[in-house]
C-alpha cells in the first residue's frame, strides 16, 4: 500500500449501514479513530424539535430539578399517561401502548436478549448504522434466518407504541446533555464488562500487553464500577468508552434503573483491556 492510499476502516462492511439518521456516518463513528478522538453526535432532527427543552434545562442548576422537568416533558409530549390521547384505541392504550422508553430500559436490564433488548438494538441500528451483531445468538448478516428473527421480535417490540424509537431518540439527547453540563471537559469514561470468554466477542486483532481490537454489538452493558463487573464473568474487559457513545446511565434515571454504576453504550471498533479477575 503507497502513502497515497488511506488506511482500510477498522469497522468491517458488513457490521455498519451505508446510511443513518446521526451527524457522523457509520464508519466513522463506528470506528477506532472514533475511540480515540471523539465528537459529538447529534441525531437528526432531535435538538430543533425539542429546542424549548434544552432551553428550558439551560435555566435550572440542580441536576434532580433537570431530571424531574425532563421525565415530565416525555410524559407530556408523548402522551404517556394517556396513550388514548394519541390516537390509540382503549384494548391498545392499555397493551403495547404502554410500552415507553422506562419499561425498554428495564426490559434490557432485565434480559439483554429479550423483546426490549431487540427494540433498543434495532433503534442504534437505524439511529447510528451499527448493524446489529447478536441478539440471542450470534447475527452473521441481514440474509440469515437469525436476523430475520432479530428483526420479527424488533417489529414486535415496536408495534402499537406511541413513537418508542422517538422515545430513545429524546432520551439519548438528553443522556449527552446531562454528561456535558456535569463534566462538560470529559471525553471518555473508563467502564467494564465481564466476559466468560473473550473469544465469544468478534475480535479482529490481538495488541501487545493484553489489549486487543473487539468489535461490539451495537448497544452494549458496561459498569463504572470493577467489581461489578467481576460478577458477569471471568475476564474483566476495561475500555475507554467516549462519552459520546453513552446513550443511558444509571444515575441518570435514580430509583429507575438497577444496578450499580450501569451504562448502555453503543458499539463499534473498541481498543480494550483484557484482564483476569
Given at each position: ?10 469497522l ?10 446521526c ?34 434545562l ?5 441536576p434532580?430539578v ?6 415530565a416533558?416525555?410524559?407530556?409530549h ?6 388514548a ?10 397493551g ?17 436478549d ?10 442504534a ?9 447478536f ?12 436476523y ?15 413513537a ?9 439527547s ?15 469514561l473508563t467502564?467494564?464488562?465481564?466476559v ?69 453504550v ?12
Amino acid at each position: 500500500m503507497d502513502n497515497d492510499t488511506p488506511p482500510p476502516p477498522s469497522l468491517p462492511a458488513a457490521a455498519r449501514l451505508p446510511i443513518n439518521r446521526c451527524n457522523l456516518p457509520a464508519v466513522i463513528l463506528g470506528s477506532l479513530t472514533f475511540q480515540d478522538h471523539p465528537a459529538p453526535l447529534e441525531l437528526d432532527g432531535v435538538r430543533a424539535l425539542h429546542g424549548d427543552l434544552w432551553r428550558h434545562l439551560d435555566g435550572l442548576d440542580e441536576p434532580a430539578v433537570r431530571i424531574h422537568d425532563f421525565m415530565a416533558y416525555m410524559r407530556g409530549h408523548f402522551c404517556l399517561d394517556d396513550p388514548a390521547a394519541c390516537g390509540l384505541a382503549e384494548g391498545e392504550a392499555g397493551g403495547r401502548g404502554r410500552a415507553d422508553y422506562l419499561r425498554t430500559l428495564r426490559g434490557w436490564w432485565f434480559n439483554p436478549d429479550g423483546r426490549e433488548a431487540a427494540v433498543l438494538k434495532g433503534w442504534a441500528e437505524s439511529r447510528f448504522g451499527l448493524i446489529t451483531r447478536f441478539h440471542r445468538e450470534p447475527l452473521p448478516d441481514a440474509e440469515s434466518l437469525a436476523y430475520g428473527r432479530f428483526m420479527q421480535e424488533r417489529a414486535g417490540g415496536v408495534y402499537n407504541t406511541n413513537a418508542l424509537e422517538s422515545q430513545l431518540d429524546l432520551l439519548y439527547s438528553y443522556t449527552q446533555y446531562e454528561l456535558r453540563r456535569r463534566a462538560p471537559e470529559r471525553t471518555h469514561l473508563t467502564l467494564y464488562r465481564g466476559v466468560n470468554r473473550l473469544a465469544d466477542h468478534e475480535v479482529l486483532a490481538h495488541l501487545p500487553g493484553g489489549e486487543a481490537l473487539v468489535l461490539l454489538n451495537n448497544v452494549n452493558a458496561f459498569s463504572a464500577v470493577r467489581e461489578r463487573a467481576d460478577e458477569f464473568g471471568d475476564y474483566i474487559l476495561t475500555v475507554k468508552v467516549p462519552t459520546a457513545k453513552v446513550c443511558c446511565f444509571q444515575d441518570l434515571l435514580p430509583g429507575v434503573l438497577q444496578g450499580e454504576g450501569e451504562h448502555l453504550v453503543i458499539g463499534g471498533v473498541y481498543r480494550v483491556k483484557v484482564s483476569l479477575i
